[in-house]
């Protein structure tokens, strides 16, 4: 008799994207030929560069000749790869070596998977409001209870909001394992040493581990700001970091990302290279690596050609998030992020929750953005603004609501 995984039951999410699909097919078909403008998904519209493009191909031309054709590679990466990684650290001033690198085919499926080599019983800790994978990934682990009142029993939910800057104070219990993500998905709040260093502190502390999604480090322009949680003293005892290229190098369709797992990283029971061995043996057993094409797209990526022409890509996104920032503000709209992150953190007005908003943004501009209440309970009243798309998109879009927005 087989039974189902009754903790996808569970699931409150999934709810977010496929709702937001539900009430624009609603209002075009209530206003056949309005032209919707989307603001809403973080998904990179932009082609890639040359050089990345030159290394995709130099990707597949491997394959057309004896000599350079390989078949499954390491799961680990292509060490080539690991390496050009290590350097990346090394740039920013850390030092992570080539053992320490996981190549994976993006950072959600690690985000996702990382839980796998925890107890069971980890109490998980999340920002609030926080990309949906951390929390879903547990809830289908079993290690939280049912959905109530906007809550998971057992998830502990570190809040973060106006009067916290957007980033959480430790938890006041004891806590397990801390999802952390900064730049910050959806708020576009980004962590400084500082504010990093006493979750750092606190998880030498308690054996706890930190799950650090560095995904839109690139992002930051602001030098201060770190890029890496390795860039805090102590943390490579205590976290696990993981980034993509998909908003880097616009390899979201790609698929292309790494999770740095230290040596030194320890919890309860786990001496120094017991966690790095963990995910090594759930790696290679259930993933059978990035694709080779793929990688030598990543190494073009990482080169200094690469990084400057993915660097244009960027600037062009962060331009969008400049307008629409300006934009919002010139109407008199508060709004946080969009700086070092190209997400702005819309606060609603009025009091609007974040629902209404977005009723009254398609009703009234034809905008489609994303509920801030869709990320966690503390999302609510606030609305996501992404600066992903074609410029002349966003600068249509952001016009609109300026001019048809009702106060
Ligand atoms: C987009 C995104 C990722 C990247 O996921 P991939 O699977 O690498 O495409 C990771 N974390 C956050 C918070 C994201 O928004």
């Known amino acids: 008799m087989a039974l189902i995984n009754s903790n996808y039951d569970k699931l409150a999410a999934g709810y977010l994207f496929p709702e937001i699909a539900k009430r624009t097919k609603a209002f075009l078909e209530k206003n056949p030929g309005a032209k919707v403008m989307r603001l809403g ?50 740039s920013l001033g850390c030092s992570i070596d080539s053992l320490e690198v996981f190549v994976s085919d993006g950072a959600k499926c690690d985000s996702a998977n990382i839980q796998s080599i925890f107890s069971q019983d980890a109490i998980i800790a999340v920002q609030d409001p926080a990309y949906p994978v951390y929390v879903d990934s547990n809830v289908i ?7 109530s009142n906007g809550l998971y029993e057992k998830l502990v939910y570190m809040p973060c909001n106006e009067s916290n800057g957007f980033f959480p104070e430790l938890p006041k219990t004891k806590v397990d394992l801390i999802y952390l993500c900064s730049p910050n998905n959806p708020t576009g709040a980004v962590a400084t040493k500082q504010q990093l260093k006493k979750f750092v502190d606190y998880a030498i502390a308690n054996k706890a581990v930190i799950i650090f999604d560095a995904a839109y480090a690139a992002f930051i322009s602001d030098e201060s700001l770190p890029r890496s949680i390795y860039q805090v003293e102590g943390a490579k005892q205590c976290a696990i970091e ?21 040596l030194e990283l320890v919890c309860e029971g786990a001496a120094a290279g017991k966690i790095n061995s963990l995910w090594n043996r759930r790696q290679t057993t259930m993933f059978n690596g990035a694709s080779n094409i793929v990688q030598e797209g990543g190494l073009a990526a990482l080169s200094p050609q690469g990084q400057a022409d993915c660097r244009k890509v960027i600037d062009y996104y962060m331009n969008n998030a400049r307008v629409i920032k300006e934009g919002m503000e010139k109407i008199g709209l508060k709004c946080f992020g969009g700086v070092n992150a190209p997400y702005v953190w819309l606060k609603t ?23 801030g209440s ?24 952001v016009k609109s609501i300026q001019e048809n927005l009702k106060s």
């Open 242 to 262: 993981l980034n993509s290229f998909s908003k880097s190098a616009g390899f979201t369709g790609v698929r292309l990302g790494w999770a740095v797992v230290p």
């Open 141 to 147: 682990a079993g290690r939280t209870g049912g959905f």
């Open 374 to 397: 869709g990320f966690g309970p503390s999302g609510e009243g606030y609305f996501r603004l992404s600066a992903f798309g074609h410029a002349e998109n966003v600068v249509a879009a």
């Open 349 to 371: 007005p009025n009091g609007l929750k974040s629902w209404e908003f977005f009723d009254k943004l398609l009703s009234e501009c034809k905008v489609v953005g994303t509920p």
């Open 41 to 90: 998904i973080g998904n990179t519209t932009e082609p890639l560069p040359q050089s990345v493009i030159d290394g995709l191909s130099l990707g597949v031309q491997k394959l057309a000749r004896v000599e350079t054709y390989t078949g499954y590679g390491d799961e680990q990466g292509d060490s080539r790869l690991r390496k050009a990684l290590s350097d990346y650290y090394t």
